[in-house]
């Protein structure tokens, strides 16, 4: 069978997922851990001195604590496979890949298994992170010496 | 005040609605996926449009992994500003840093205090 199609036939037989179900969940899960993201804020922002930008640091922070605790217990897991991308999206699906890895390699000891695995799953939002922002602020950077915009 | 909750769940909703179109209509893994969104964040807040949205949803802005990218990003630009070229560079993490600190925190703890239950996927 030719390349071209054994993907035609995967294509057909792979069962499409559910669109609307899906996004659905992924809308409501995501929703309600921004929300409770909206109260870790508003917390900050009553009791310290942030303000409503700077409030976001943290709240993702603390974010991450409750994703440590939840994948610890082994329950964000079971959110994850409700809420798809709504659990994945916000910084907490962040928290809990860095966090799973850690605990996962623990085995392989503290060096090499956490330490060398720690961000397996994570490392790619780092480094695209990382570079994108490092461009970004480049080409901003050269346009504002230019004088096309200004900071 | 009421309403500040309501756009948080509507906004983050929605971005996490994009993420969940990524993965199934455009087939993208989630590693695909979160990439994408953080490259997205950090040329929005290059465009200068993140920060509104950040104004207006507070935590449905804040707490998706777009705002990672922007984190970065503001920060580059914010010592770029300040400091010149190499204000790219130094500035980076000084947003972000929570975040960053707080995943290696907690994940060396959580390796630490939680037994593993297989679930890394």
């Given at each position: 069978?030719?390349?071209?199609?054994?993907?035609?036939?995967?294509?057909?037989?792979?069962?499409?997922?559910?669109?609307?179900?899906?996004?659905?969940?992924?809308?409501?899960?995501?929703?309600?851990?921004?929300?409770?993201?909206?109260?870790?804020?508003?917390f900050?922002?009553?009791?310290?001195?942030?303000?409503?930008?700077?409030?976001?640091?943290?709240?993702?922070?603390?974010?991450?604590?409750f994703?440590?605790?939840?994948?610890?217990?082994?329950?964000?897991?079971?959110?994850?496979?409700?809420?798809?991308?709504?659990?994945?999206?916000?910084?907490?699906?962040?928290?809990?890949?860095?966090?799973?890895?850690?605990?996962?390699?623990?085995?392989?000891?503290?060096?090499?298994?956490?330490?060398?695995?720690?961000?397996?799953?994570?490392?790619?939002?780092?480094?695209?992170?990382?570079?994108?922002?490092?461009?970004?602020?480049?080409?901003?950077?050269?346009?504002?010496?230019?004088?096309?915009?200004?900071? | 005040?009421?309403?500040?909750?309501?756009?948080?769940?509507?906004?983050?909703?929605?971005?996490?609605?994009?993420?969940?179109l990524?993965?199934?209509?455009?087939?993208?893994?989630?590693?695909?996926?979160?990439?994408?969104?953080?490259v997205?964040?950090?040329?929005?807040?290059?465009?200068?449009?993140?920060?509104?949205?950040?104004?207006?949803?507070?935590?449905?802005?804040?707490?998706?992994?777009?705002?990672?990218?922007?984190?970065?990003t503001?920060?580059?630009?914010?010592?770029?500003?300040?400091?010149?070229?190499?204000?790219?560079?130094?500035?980076?993490?000084?947003?972000?840093?929570?975040?960053?600190?707080?995943?290696?925190?907690?994940?060396?703890?959580?390796?630490?205090?939680?037994?593993?239950?297989?679930?890394?996927?």
């Amino acid at each position: 069978m030719e390349k071209e199609q054994y993907q035609q036939l995967e294509q057909q037989v792979t069962p499409k997922p559910p669109y609307l179900k899906n996004i659905v969940k992924a809308f409501f899960v995501g929703g309600i851990i921004c929300t409770i993201g909206q109260a870790v804020s508003l917390f900050y922002m009553t009791f310290f001195n942030f303000t409503e930008q700077t409030a976001g640091n943290p709240t993702v922070a603390t974010m991450v604590f409750f994703a440590m605790i939840l994948t610890g217990l082994g329950l964000y897991k079971k959110i994850g496979q409700f809420g798809g991308a709504g659990s994945a999206v916000p910084v907490t699906g962040f928290g809990n890949a860095v966090i799973s890895a850690a605990i996962e390699h623990k085995s392989e000891g503290y060096v090499l298994g956490v330490g060398g695995n720690l961000f397996k799953l994570a490392g790619s939002v780092v480094l695209f992170g990382v570079v994108s922002a490092f461009f970004v602020a480049l080409i901003k950077y050269i346009l504002v010496t230019l004088g096309v915009v200004s900071w | 005040m009421m309403m500040s909750f309501v756009f948080a769940f509507i906004v983050g909703g929605i971005i996490c609605v994009i993420g969940q179109l990524l993965m199934d209509v455009g087939n993208l893994t989630p590693a695909h996926t979160l990439s994408f969104l953080v490259v997205a964040g950090a040329v929005l807040d290059g465009m200068g449009l993140y920060e509104p949205l950040i104004h207006f949803a507070g935590a449905g802005a804040t707490v998706p992994i777009t705002s990672f990218g922007n984190a970065l990003t503001h920060g580059a630009m914010a010592e770029a500003e300040k400091h010149g070229l190499v204000g790219v560079l130094s500035g980076m993490f000084e947003v972000t840093s929570s975040g960053i600190s707080a995943a290696i925190v907690f994940g060396f703890i959580g390796a630490l205090f939680f037994k593993p239950k297989g679930n890394v996927d």
